[in-house]
């Protein structure tokens, strides 16, 4: 995927001529995701990817992870205390401690379209 496919993918194809001090850190967080989903890679680890995220920019968001692991077959884990994404997954661990307190398999998942927080 081209870098400027990849910036279009979370909302900033326009943006693309702009240097990182003329963006905001939300925008800059997008960035890294289109950089991670720009090199195609086999395993995406994403810690907080909406953390400082509007609810709408944080669904673009989450629609680009979810395209490239639909798309690409990209094994894509979701780190986050938003149990809200958990609807959108496959399978969801609850961690305490540094241990997996739960897990459980989704029967039926969410498109990030459909997650309301």
Not at 37 to 47: H, M, N, Q, S, T
Not at 82 to 104: P, Q, T
Request: charged share 25%.
């Amino acid at each position: 995927m081209s870098p400027e496919e990849a910036l279009d993918m979370v909302g900033l194809g326009a943006r693309m001529d702009h240097f990182p001090s003329q963006l905001s850190g939300g925008e800059q967080q997008r960035v890294a995701i289109a950089r991670a989903i720009a090199k195609r890679p086999e395993v995406l680890l994403c810690d907080e990817p909406t953390g400082a995220l509007d609810v709408t920019t944080g669904i673009t968001v989450l629609e680009a992870v979810e395209h490239i692991n639909r798309e690409l077959g990209t094994l894509t884990v979701i780190i986050t205390h938003n149990a809200v994404m958990a609807e959108m997954s496959d399978r969801v661990l609850y961690l305490s401690d540094g241990k997996i307190v739960k897990a459980h398999r989704n029967p039926t998942r969410l498109a990030a379209s459909q997650l309301k927080w």
